[in-house]
């Protein structure tokens, strides 16, 4: 798995330094196809992993899965900073193949500015009137996503009055169950069960069929009727939702997902610890 990775890495970096300076137009945007899809094909192969964890074939002996969890700690450290790799030369690539030059990158990530991020529409977790709010601009089908949003509950939790939540919807291209799974959760909101239906998505996004919101719907306690009519024949209404969020992400310079705002300000804090530093900060002052 990590010689597969690295071998990846190597792959799109000698691919970026090719694209950029010998390859045609046409060359670098088959060139940006193939970073896509190896960057999917790493976070499969990440999944597969995870899946091991909990199969029966994966380990028999309490010594092989500590071993396996150590591996997988250590390997999801590379991952999460692989992502943010990927990033930048899916932007130094896109740059060039719109004329750029590529070999500059892009420029760093901007944390002072404040953004202006309507709730418009959005379903708001917690106080309304709350000092404290963040915004995130989620994939339902991106592993980070996933992996991101335990720490804004546990943040929730321990600041109910103090911190809301809203969601916006940034669905990637290469992700093609991203948008039925945002459209999925607009529907249960219908029923005032948006978060709810959030929160179990990305809890578990390896299978965002139709059939699995619906047995979510049920869980829920839902009117599955109902909620199957409104996915289904509010897909316009959805369509124009989730592309205000879109066009909103480009205002406030989202690159990737989950990017996550405090009051309007990008923040880079993934974990429960980093976000209280930045949430006391702003309360203390």
């Known amino acids: 798995m990590e010689k597969r990775i690295f071998t990846l890495i190597f792959v799109v970096i000698i691919g970026v330094l090719v694209g950029v300076g010998i390859v045609s137009k046409e060359g670098r945007e088959s060139l940006l196809h193939d970073v896509l899809e190896q960057q999917n094909a790493m976070l499969a192969a990440q999944k597969r992993f995870e899946k091991s964890l909990t199969s029966g074939e994966a380990v028999n002996q309490s010594s092989g899965i500590s071993a396996l ?26 740059q060039a193949v719109n004329g750029g030059d590529a070999r500059q990158g892009p420029p760093p990530e901007d944390l002072s500015t404040v953004y202006d991020i309507p709730v418009d529409g959005s379903a708001l977790r917690g106080n309304p009137n709350a000092p404290v709010t963040i915004v995130a601009f989620d994939d339902y089908q991106c592993p980070f996503c996933s992996r991101f949003h335990p720490p804004i509950l546990e943040v929730l939790k321990a600041y109910p009055d103090k911190v ?42 390896s299978d965002l069929s139709e059939e699995r919101f619906k047995q979510e719907a049920e869980k829920l306690g839902l009117n599955v009727k109902a909620f199957l009519a409104d996915y289904k024949n509010k897909d316009g209404q959805w369509e124009n939702s989730i592309q205000k969020d879109i066009d909103l992400a480009s205002q406030v310079n989202v690159r990737g997902t989950p990017t996550f705002y405090i009051n309007g300000k990008k923040t880079n804090a993934r974990d429960f610890n980093s976000f209280k530093r930045e949430i006391d900060q702003i309360l203390n002052n």
């Open 69 to 94: 969890l150590q591996k997988q700690i250590a390997m999801e450290g590379r991952i999460v900073a692989l992502e943010e790799k990927f990033t930048g030369l899916q932007d130094a690539i896109k």
């Open 164 to 205: 809301n939540f809203m969601i916006k919807n940034f669905p990637l291209s290469f992700h093609p169950q991203a948008k039925p799974a945002a459209k999925a959760v607009l529907a249960a909101g219908e029923q005032g069960k948006y978060f709810e239906m959030a929160d179990i998505l990305l809890a578990n996004n």
